[in-house]
């Protein structure tokens, strides 16, 4: 490793100049790092600026970068130096823009930073890419052949990735294959089933290796160096995967659990929009219960979904699948007498076409909340017309079609905890309470057959759809590398399907693009750093194995922590679950965090000038603080800000010493959790709630104010909330007086 060669540069532009004393700025970080050397700049991130640090790296030996100028989430690819570690002090956004210019609070929030950034950067290790002795494969996964499986897998070959394509069916096509006609963008009328083109595209291409009845007995490893079995014809034939693209589709509601409402099981005639496609099959629309032609047909939507008795969700396609079915009820017959009962027509963008072409063709709409299938001597609907407000009765029914929506494939087999399937299910009621969050529910559908130590498939969340239930990352699961798509990440049509399977084949190969350099994926995308684990200290607690929202960390058979560190999203949660602080990242751990705090200047008590530690989640919080300098608002000049990568990686420790270093309060910034969570790592902000809490009991016992340790969250859209939240919890600890370990 080179010899340290530390540089601050401090940018006076932006106002930064006018705001602070960059003089006082330059000679207090040469105060605290004695050798490093030090210059201001104008404009530090044009050209000529970049140019000046480049000359120093390249003539000086410099090769740790102090940037003292604006938020590191600013042109944060102007201050990207090879082989060099850079630091960046956010003295725009934060103190110049947010407080009183050429004041004395601001010019010492501004010396702070300073001081802390430079620790930060003596402290911090270069970051070198995880790089594993076997060989990383590039080879895409796609688990199922339905439309959303089969476009992954020709997308992915079209890019130039060996695919391999596990159908648990004899034939390619899915519940696709079953369709004599298909409604599809543009939506000007229905078509003929084009499945057989990308079936045989697929089945064409030498990239793509298909194997139909076929299963995943288990699936290995982690992302880059999947290893996974499939048993297919009496063998079990081992590949390697980069990554993995979930699409094993869905199955439809059960229609004999609706009641007696709906009339499924009191007449043959009354069947669901699946068994309709078996009827046109035959090639002509008839009455099951005697085959004679159709004339009177209602169409009953939203049977069952919607209602949170049974599917509490919109299963998105079934408003379009009605008016197909009900045009090629027309086109069979066009004096049929078609009626579609809705609650709310869904056919959004270019659907509408399909809507109007219906109405063209005749066929009748009636918007009822309150609907029953009376099935007994004939068939009708009763129904509360709500744009006559009156019920209107439809009989002499040939035919009743109940929308009856979708689940996931995953969503069969009963819960589990994942640590049943390792050490029983009485091991797993005996540690709940222990468990500082209760492990994901995890459905055994037996599709991906994952030997994870959290279980063998995907989490089950909103409706058992393995999504990450986060807007940021469509396709994301909570397993690295494995992203979902089609009907088994929400309900969707066939278009949309098919955009997804694109979106998701994107994120495989972006996956397998990543780790192979040794970057990681969201939401820390391209970070080289990983986690470092010092064995020789653990006590088997398995508090990172519980609380790793990724999967990331397996057991071996003493108990002991397996980092498997493609998996990992370098959150650092299990490095704030660590009660014994074994675990750390080269440029983010514990002790560095802890000497950031206490390298803090703290005023004596007779100052009267209180200081604040704000813990901010990097994701949300920080952003959020940034917007407040961006309107130039202002906030108390009390406060201290540290960055951290989730919340979730806070250590206690990191409370301590900020109580004993003297700080008035400390107020944790972390995102919305709970069932509508919003937190980037999925769980991190519940779990800094849960360790506060821990924290609120050993105040209390130190006869300190459990108030001046507090939680709050908010996003970036609430940063108009910041100054008065701040504000008014310097005004409560002053209420408190100052923090009486300050002299020690």
């Known amino acids: 490793m080179a010899e340290k060669k530390i540089a601050l540069y401090v940018c006076s532009g932006c106002g930064i100049g006018d705001a602070l004393n960059v003089a006082d700025l330059e000679k207090n970080g040469t105060d605290e790092c004695k050798d490093a050397q030090t210059k201001t700049h104008a404009f530090l991130c044009s050209q000529e600026g970049i140019d000046s640090i480049k000359n120093d790296i390249a003539n000086e030996g410099v090769n740790r970068i102090c940037v003292a100028a604006c938020s590191q989430r600013a042109v944060y690819d102007a201050f990207d130096f090879e082989g060099c570690i850079t630091e960046r002090v956010n003295i725009r956004e934060q103190v110049a823009w947010s407080h009183k210019s050429q004041d004395e609070d601001s010019q010492m929030m501004a010396e702070d930073y300073i001081r802390m950034g430079l620790v ?23 688990v199922g052949g339905g439309v959303a499986g089969l476009t992954a897998a020709k997308e992915s070959a079209e ?11 004899a034939k390619l096509g899915g519940y696709q294959a079953n369709l004599s006609k298909v409604a599809v963008l543009p939506y000007k009328g229905i078509s003929d089933n084009n499945i057989g083109e990308l079936v045989s595209a697929v089945e064409s291409s030498d990239k793509i290796t298909v194997y139909t009845s076929a299963a995943i007995e288990k699936t290995d490893g982690s992302p880059g160096l999947f290893s996974v079995t499939i048993k297919h014809g009496g063998e079990s034939i081992e590949h390697k995967a980069g990554a993995i693209v979930m699409a094993a589709g869905w199955q439809p509601y059960d229609p004999s659990s609706l009641g007696n409402g709906y009339g499924y099981g009191k007449s043959k005639d009354v069947i669901t929009n699946a068994m309709f496609e078996e009827l046109i099959k035959e090639g002509t629309i008839a009455r099951p219960s005697d085959g004679r032609t159709v004339e009177n047909v209602v169409f009953l939507q939203c049977a069952g979904q919607r209602d949170p008795e049974h599917l509490s969700y919109c299963s998105s396609f079934c408003c379009i699948t009605a008016l197909k079915q009900a045009l090629q009820v027309k086109e069979q017959n066009s ?17 509408e076409d399909l809507y109007r072409a219906a109405q063209e063709a005749g066929v009748i709409f009636i918007r009822s909340q309150e609907r029953e299938v009376q099935a007994g001597n004939g068939l009708a609907v009763e129904a509360l017309d709500e744009l006559l407000g009156e019920k209107v009765l439809l009989d002499n029914l040939d035919m009743v079609v109940l929308a009856t929506g979708v689940v996931p494939a995953t969503a069969t087999g009963d819960d589990v ?58 396709y994301e699961t909570r397993r690295t590398g494995i992203y979902a798509a089609g009907c088994v990440r929400r309900a969707m ?22 780790i192979t ?24 607690c398995k508090r990172c194995t519980v609380e790793c929202p990724f999967g990331a960390i397996n057991e071996d058979e003493k108990g002991n922590p397996q980092y498997q560190a493609t998996r990992c999203r370098r959150c650092g949660i299990c490095m704030g679950a660590c009660p014994e602080r074994i675990i750390g990242f080269k440029d983010y751990s514990v002790p560095i965090i802890g000497n950031m705090i206490k390298i803090i200047s703290m005023p004596e008590e007779d100052e009267e000038k209180p200081r604040i530690l704000v813990f901010a989640c990097e994701n949300d919080a920080y952003p959020a603080l940034d917007m407040v300098g961006l309107h130039r608002m202002q906030y108390n000049a009390w406060v201290r800000v540290i960055p951290l990568r989730c919340l979730g990686s806070m250590n206690l420790v990191w409370i301590a010493d900020s109580l004993s270093s003297g700080f008035d309060g400390i107020l944790l ?19 800094s709630k849960i360790r506060l809490s821990k924290v609120s009991e050993t105040l209390d016992r130190m006869q300190l104010e459990a108030e001046r340790v507090r939680y709050e969250t908010l996003s970036i859209n609430d940063y108009h909330k910041l100054p008065a939240l701040l504000d ?11 923090n009486p370990f300050k002299e020690f």
């Open 669 to 687: 910034l972390g995102c919305q959790h709970g069932d509508d969570y919003q937190c980037h790592f999925v769980r991190g902000s519940e779990l």
């Open 159 to 169: 890019a130039g990735y060996k695919v391999i394509l596990v159908e648990k069916e």
């Open 417 to 474: 905890y994942a640590k049943v399937l390792a050490e029983g299910e009485e091991a797993v009621e005996k540690k709940k309470d222990e468990m500082a969050i209760p492990p994901d529910i995890i459905r055994a559908s037996d599709i991906l057959n994952l030997s994870y130590r959290q279980g063998p498939e995907l989490p089950a969340l909103f409706n058992d759809f393995p999504d990450s239930h986060f807007i940021c990352f469509p």
């Open 493 to 514: 049509g066939i278009s949309a399907a098919m955009e997804d399977a694109r979106g998701a084949a994107m994120k495989a190969i972006q996956s397998v693009e990543l």
């Open 728 to 738: 008014e919890f310097a005004e409560t600890l002053d209420g408190f007086g100052a």
């Open 517 to 540: 350099n040794g970057q990681a994926v969201h939401p820390r995308a391209g970070d080289l750093s990983y986690a470092d684990f010092n064995l020789s200290r653990c006590t088997q």
């Open 120 to 142: 930060k950067l003596n402290e911090s290790s270069p970051v070198e890419p995880f790089i594993p002795e076997e060989e990383l494969s590039k080879d895409i996964l796609v």
């Open 335 to 351: 004096n049929a007498n078609v009626y579609v009962v809705y609650k709310e027509m869904r056919t959004a963008g270019h659907a």
